[in-house]
């Protein structure tokens, strides 16, 4: 079996143990909340993001992963083995850590080292990053490996039900009349990624009504769904993602299933009260 390294980081929002049982090794986007610096889920867990996020005025920052970081790591494993490493990256769409990457890429052995842009973010990406560990552990080359994450890429779908207005006004994503008519009137924006980026895809007036909605784009997208492993999320709210577990069961017919709180990365942008979403498209 070909030694190959899988490196993700923290923006799949996957949980340390599951990671740990993959064997992937994680790079951690600084989170600047209160003028100090966090490296989500290694210093600070979803759970106390949340708690600091929701004292009056606390907006949080996020920054990329600096080339030097990633350099270090790389260099180490060139060294002192003949691995060869492929780290998907969290979306070149909301982050610069994918060039960061290409620069320590470049700088270490580009012949061993290769850079992938997942175009996605949170369980989007987590379950790209299971099915490349699913392809080495299954003796395939690193050719291979990389044509399974190219198909996973491809073909993944994010549906989020966004939980906090403001933070997608303050990221640009709509307008300061559009946020606040949005929340005085509980309208739920449903997001999907495009290119790489959040984009609005539909509202629904309420909670109910959206996670619904959310299921009714999963059925019209989703090829196969029963035998797929569907990611499923929350920022805050277990219980609402246990729900919607519950929702694509009984639609579906779906039995496996991967659920993480949001971390603070993609938290940073979305806010307490979102749920997502992920599963194969056709």
Do not use: W
Not at 30 to 56: C, G, H, M, N
Not at 75 to 80: A, G, L, P, Y
Not at 188 to 199: E, M
Not at 259 to 275: F, N
């Amino acid at each position: 079996m070909p030694d190959i390294r899988i490196y993700a980081d923290n923006g799949c929002d996957l949980d340390r143990v599951l990671l740990d049982e993959l064997g992937v090794k994680l790079f951690h986007m600084p989170v600047i909340i209160k003028d100090k610096t966090y490296r989500d889920r290694l210093d600070i867990t979803p759970s106390q993001f949340y708690e600091l996020i929701a004292e009056p005025g606390v907006m949080p920052t996020t920054a990329q992963i600096i080339p030097h970081e990633y350099q270090n790591e790389f260099s180490k494993v060139v060294n002192e083995s003949d691995a060869e490493i492929i780290y998907i990256a969290f979306s070149s769409g909301l982050s610069g850590t994918y060039q960061s990457a290409c620069i320590a890429r470049d700088m270490v052995a580009p012949e061993r080292i290769t850079v992938i842009d997942s175009l996605s973010a949170s369980v989007g990406y987590g379950l790209t990053v299971i099915r490349a560990v699913q392809a080495v552990k299954a003796g395939k080359s690193k050719a291979e490996v990389i044509a399974v994450i190219e198909d996973n890429i491809a073909r993944i779908q994010h549906i989020f039900i966004v939980g906090n207005f403001e933070m997608l006004k303050r990221g640009g994503r709509i307008t300061a009349t559009s946020a606040a008519v949005g929340s005085f009137l509980n309208i739920k924006l449903i997001a999907h990624f495009v290119d790489g980026k959040i984009a609005p895809l539909d509202v629904s007036h309420g909670l109910k009504k959206a996670k619904k909605r959310m299921l009714e784009i999963m059925e019209n997208r989703g090829g196969d769904l029963p035998q797929q492993l569907i990611g499923i999320n929350h920022s805050a709210d277990y219980e609402g993602a246990l729900e919607i577990k519950k929702m694509i069961e009984e639609r579906f017919g779906c039995k496996e299933f991967v659920i993480s709180e949001i971390g603070a990365a993609i938290g940073s942008h979305v806010g307490a009260g979102t749920y997502s979403v992920f599963f194969l498209g056709k």
